[in-house]
């Protein structure tokens, strides 16, 4: 694993280091890492009470979201996440609650109208976050679709693409890196090894000696950095984006991490892994090394941190608050945004699906559960 | 006006668009320097540059995977796909991506992608350069399903596609791509199509034939023999399977109180059972006769004997015989 000092060694990515992180950036970072654990946590809780339906939780990867998220650059980069990536919206300025009306798929669930599980973000402001969509690795060819506009128009940015270790199994990785080598396109591929596709792990998802090393085939460098060191992964790909932004073609980052949790809140990963092992990753806790890491710099000490995750207990209990009482979007919105203009054909069913509710009332039908 | 075929309406028509809007770029397998291995680009790149048309890797998926990061970019992509046949490793891309994201993102994002294709058989090309896969893409929300059937519609239609907010699926009936006999008058530059809107290609008064793409001339054909015998033919041209223009389907089969569906595509599940469904439902009270349906066979497409497997003016015939002996 490459931490921030051999990046800063790496001679692609050297010379588009970020500038080093100014104590400030660094508390932010520690706060919205502080944030991200305690919004996931919580969404377990909301599950295990049956408040919400599902959740994918994040613990133990929020270096890899924070670190990326603080060199992103909304104005003029695009994201195209995978669905682990809740702090980078926290980082990137989405209000929490935002992320708690989805959960909730209710009435101000903006980024999908009650029509996605949880988890299926998506935002237009303050970010480009492009839907999230559930077949796993189909997001890598659109960012370097949209990289290659960005050629074509002549705009500076870069696309920034999330994905898991499973995902380097799919088509969309292989015909993705294709296309990004062969057009030099702006785009970051950010690989997330958390060593698990929920029960597989990574030795019988590939037999290559990296996912990082995969790139090159492609034309595409690769580098592995340390997914646990904030500042690490800040630094890969806030040298990579630059190296797009101005030119340099793709990169593709392995940041290798691990998965705490389960794959999923209908997911018990004790039938398949050893608990040793999550205790020694749990050893390498990007919170704990980070807070480590601040106290040595006297910015952090245990009131600070307190106070913090405090903060960020009441601004999640504050959200789920707001949320959890609002009714699901309209009934009349199943049947929008299908095309841009809606045909008669839905006029129609709308027109049936309403008189059947004033016949014979709301649906009585049992709420379904995931899995079943 | 100069008189071109359906192929060369492909071409004038992304010609036209790219002239008209920067947006416009156009890309797939050998569209470059070759220009298309039916033609379809020829000369495009010449006139507008390696930026905007131009040849990708070997990869379907790729092609409409790409062609969606670029609409949501704010391109107006044209994504070809080389043969109907090769499509299915982008249908996930077309299925779950493409048809989705304005609905799962609650209107935030939308792809007007278009991906042309040419379909159907005719041409000896077997199992793998003769399918008719429509249905598949019908039977999806969130896609436009187009399948012109003259130089006109051809280029009118494009221009529409390329126009509208949503992602269409432009199936071109290769079989009649260069048939000279087809060939028409069309306009120079910008008009269109509407897209929804069947097309009367014969007006008539005992049976209504709902058809489209390369099936148009042969129930045509079959018309004129039909009124040889005395017996009158409406020939719909449905242009738009999706959304499909229902008042003009169902407003024919009123009149004529008969109905025959003709589609190259395997008869299980295919198109025309749902033409066939919405008259049922919506017209029954109309009918003289049972809906009748001529397609292919409930097989693979055939290469040596496809000519015994694509419905003809004759199988069209049977069907008229049917109907009217009822």
Known sequence: ???????????????????????????????DMVRTRTYDRQMIVLQRQGKIGFTIPCEGEEA?????????????DWLFPSYRQQGMALHLGVPVEDLVHQMFNNEKDAGSRGRQMPVHFSFVKPAR???????????????????RAMQMKGEKGAALVCFGDGSTSTSGFHSGLTFAG????????LCDNNGWAISVPTHKQTASASFAVKGRAYGVPGVVVDGNDVLAVRDAV???????????????????????????SSDDPRRYRPEGEVLQWQQRDPLARFETLLGERGLLNSSMKKDLEDRARDEVLAAVDAAAPLPPPPLDSIFEDVLAQQTPRLVRQRAELRSELERHGRSTSADGAFPL | MPKLTIIAAVNNAIATAMRNDPRVVVFGEDVGKKGGVFGATDKIQAEFGEARCFDTPLSEDGIVGTAIGMALNGLRPIAEIQFQDFIYPAFDQIVSELAK???????????????????GGGIRGGLYHSQSAEAYFTHTPGLVTV?????????????????????????EPKRIYRDPALAEEVPEGMYTVPIGKARLAREGSHISVFCYGAMVPVCLQAAEQAEAKGISLEVLDLRTLCPLDEAAVLASVRKTGRAIVVHEAPKFCGYGAEISALIAEEAVDSLEAPIVRVAGFDTPFPNALENYYMPDARRVMDAVDRVMSF
């Open chain 2, 101 to 119: 994201m304005r609905y799962r993102s609650g209107g935030q994002y939308a792809c007007p992608v278009v991906v042309r294709t040419p379909y």
């Open chain 1, 64 to 76: 890899c979201h924070i670190g990326a998220a603080s060199t992103f650059r909304p104005e003029i």
């Open chain 1, 129 to 147: 976050w492009v839907s999230i969509s559930s077949p796993l690795g189909t997001q890598i060819p659109h960012a370097v679709g949209c990289a």
């Open chain 1, 182 to 189: 062969v057009w030099k396109a702006p785009v970051v591929f």
């Open chain 1, 238 to 264: 806030g040298a990579a984006l630059e190296r797009a932004r101005q030119g340099g073609g793709p990169t593709l980052i392995e940041a290798v991490t691990y998965r705490i949790g389960g794959h999923s």
């Open chain 1, 1 to 31: 694993m490459t931490t921030s000092a051999e990046i800063a060694q790496n001679p692609l990515l050297a010379p588009f280091l970020p500038p080093p992180a100014s104590d400030e950036e660094c508390l932010r970072f520690y706060r």
């Open chain 2, 147 to 171: 399948i012109p059937s003259t130089p006109y519609d051809t280029k009118g239609l494009l221009l529409s596609a390329l126009q509208g907010e949503d992602p269409v699926i432009f199936f």
